[in-house]
């Protein structure tokens, strides 16, 4: 595709259950980024995947928190036993090359998650 | 610093004004440095960016300055335009990009 994109757009589920985040980057791109931004702040590291191996998850959370990308190119954010301050809008980049520089980072409009 | 939560800076200016956005940053080895918009309900958009061993760089309608000696960066808008009117974030790092809390720019027609 033309840009990133990422499914679903928005996402509501309940306190407890699992979800999962997907994100297609640009054809070609090799570097892989989740972000989490909350209203009114800036966006937030999470992980970065160079090719199929998490290259830096020290963003992550917790242990409720995994993101794989198995053949290289999409990539699933998997949240499990969501609380309500998981709600937020999951971002993902994707890169040339990673950063820096060239590496310029293409974000997707992000996934809105909110847990009840 | 980081997120200051809700309540962002706003700067509001009018239409054809130059408007200055600034930015300090917390990571005196950070080697990068990227100026990100980013409009309601989208993901932040590149703007410029700037390497560590520079200290002014322009674009089209826009010019960063880095000062590293008080660790602080700042975005030049000229002729500020209505499309301007977003949220602007400062990064700063290498592979894993730290983002700043951000500044409201409001565009007065």
């Known amino acids: 595709g033309a840009g990133v994109s990422q499914t679903p757009s928005n996402k509501v589920t309940e306190k407890g259950k699992y979800v999962e985040l997907r994100c297609d980057p640009i054809?070609?791109?090799?570097?892989l980024y989740w972000y989490r931004q909350s209203l009114g702040q800036g966006p937030e590291f999470l992980i970065y995947?160079?090719?199929?191996?998490?290259?830096?998850d020290s963003g992550l959370p917790n242990d409720r928190f995994f993101a794989v990308r198995p053949e290289g190119s999409v990539s699933t954010l998997k949240i499990q036993r969501t609380e309500r301050g998981d709600s937020a809008v999951y971002l993902c980049?994707?890169?040339?090359?990673?950063?820096?520089?060239?590496?310029?980072?293409?974000f997707g409009e992000g996934s809105r998650l909110t847990v009840l | 610093g980081e997120s200051v939560g809700l309540h962002l800076p706003t700067l509001s200016v009018q239409e054809g004004d130059n408007s200055i956005i600034n930015c300090a940053y917390s990571?005196?080895?950070?080697?990068?440095f990227i100026w990100y918009k980013q409009e309601s309900g989208k993901g932040p958009q590149f703007i410029i960016d700037?390497?560590?061993?520079?200290d002014k760089r322009q674009g089209q309608r826009v010019t960063v300055l880095l000062n590293k000696t008080v660790k602080h960066l700042s975005l030049q808008i000229a002729a500020t335009q209505p499309g301007d009117s977003a949220v602007y974030f400062c990064?700063?790092?290498?592979?894993?990009?730290?983002f700043g809390a951000g500044t409201i720019l409001r565009v007065k027609s």
């Open positions: 980049a994707s890169s040339l090359t990673g950063m820096p520089p060239g590496g310029e980072l293409f």
């Open positions: 054809s070609g791109h090799t570097a």
């Open positions: 995947f160079q090719g199929t191996g998490a290259a830096d």
């Open positions: 990571n005196s080895a950070s080697d990068y």
């Open positions: 700037i390497r560590s061993n520079m």
């Open positions: 990064a700063e790092g290498g592979n894993k990009l730290v």
